[in-house]
């Protein structure tokens, strides 16, 4: 362990969409381009924006298009990668109006949060995705699959991992799935286990798709990071300060916190690229517009220190 020389790892920030979606205060619009715009600023390089949902499903993601519409061009233009998370046909013809390049897709191993959560059954979501997955092949977009609950369900308990890859193999044959985004939707995966699930998807799959997205609920997400990286997963997401919870899944707390992913991988001799003190601004920018103090004990020792010096 520790010997290996890390190759380049994707981070993946989801705090502008994963972190403020479980916000009940509204958020104003620009205080939502003003945080993605720092989250840029301070070096993230891949930053989902934003989703085309429902607007009774999830209230703070309704200004999804004025959102995706001021950051998109401005930030594409200096080469970041802006993408939305999309449920359904109408959601992509929204994006697509707005010359979305990097779709997200969702569907998860369990039957019963699918329901809770997109109000279809597997099959259903299989269905109602491929078509906006065809057409988004058609015009060269990115597609990235969410597996939600690979690691436990909130209603379901424990998934088996033939039930992992049997998702995995559906988002690749039949969504196009340029990468496939693990998700431990509640927070309860422990290192075994997620050896386990990575040592079963590389062996029918290979890894070179396969990205990890954990919440931290149980405190596991940088040890399950650490057994990734030394499995040979690459990519990761994140949320700045921890942000976040699923409106679906009760109880589960916010994504691992940027910080405390780029301190790990700094400290393993990987270069992430991100300013801290930027990014530490950016976090601080949104949590005082949520009221709320970040769970990222690096990002909290960090402005501390800050604040004595
Ligand atoms: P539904 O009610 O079954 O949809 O919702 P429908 O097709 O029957 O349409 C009902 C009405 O909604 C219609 O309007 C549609 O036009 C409208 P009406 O005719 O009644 O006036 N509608 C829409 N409006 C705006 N945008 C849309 C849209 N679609 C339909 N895209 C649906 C099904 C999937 C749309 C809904 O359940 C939904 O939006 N769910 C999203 C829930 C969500 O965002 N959950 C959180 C994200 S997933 C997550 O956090 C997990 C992840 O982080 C990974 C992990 O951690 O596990 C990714
Ligand atoms: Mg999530």
Redesign the pocket.
């Known amino acids: 362990m520790f010997e290996q020389k890390y190759p380049e790892i994707k981070i993946v920030e ?1 705090g502008p969409r ?1 972190g403020l ?1 479980n916000e009940k205060k509204a958020i104003a619009t620009e205080d939502k381009i003003s945080f993605i715009n720092a989250l840029a600023e301070a070096g993230l390089q891949n930053i989902e924006a934003t ?8 209230a703070q ?1 309704s200004d999804s298009s004025e959102v995706f519409e001021q950051v998109f061009s401005p930030l594409s233009q200096k080469g970041k990668v802006i993408s939305a ?4 046909m ?2 992509f013809e ?1 994006a697509l109006a707005l010359g979305i390049k990097d779709i ?1 897709l ?1 569907t ?1 191993t369990s039957e019963l949060f699918n329901k809770k ?4 059954t597997i099959d259903e979501s299989f269905e109602r995705q491929k078509l906006v997955a065809q057409e988004a092949k058609k015009r060269g977009i990115n597609i990235r699959v ?1 597996i ?2 690979a690691f436990g369900c909130p209603y379901e308990g424990e998934i088996p991992v033939s039930q992992v890859l049997n998702i995995y193999k559906r988002a690749l044959e039949e969504l196009s799935a340029d990468e496939v ?1 693990v ?3 509640i927070g309860s995966a422990t290192p075994k286990h997620v050896q386990t699930v990575i040592k079963a998807v590389k062996k029918d799959f290979g890894l070179k798709k396969c990205a990890l ?1 954990f ?1 931290d609920t149980r405190g596991m997400a940088l040890c399950n990071i650490l057994t990734a990286l030394e499995n040979e997963i690459y990519i990761f997401d994140s949320a700045a300060g921890g942000l976040g919870g ?4 009760k109880g589960a707390t916010g994504n691992v916190a940027t910080e405390d992913l780029v301190y790990l991988l700094e400290s393993l001799g990987v270069s992430t690229g991100i300013d801290m003190d930027k990014l530490s601004q950016a976090s601080s920018f949104i949590f005082e517009k949520i009221e709320k103090s970040s769970t990222s004990k690096f990002l909290t020792s960090y402005l501390k220190a800050k604040q004595s010096v």
């Open positions: 989801v994963d979606q989703s085309f949902v429902k607007p009774q499903a999830v993601m998370l999309i449920p359904n109408k959601g929204q997200a969702f998860a959560n997109i109000n279809a969410y939600s609950t985004a998700s431990d939707t997205h919440h699923c409106p679906y899944a």
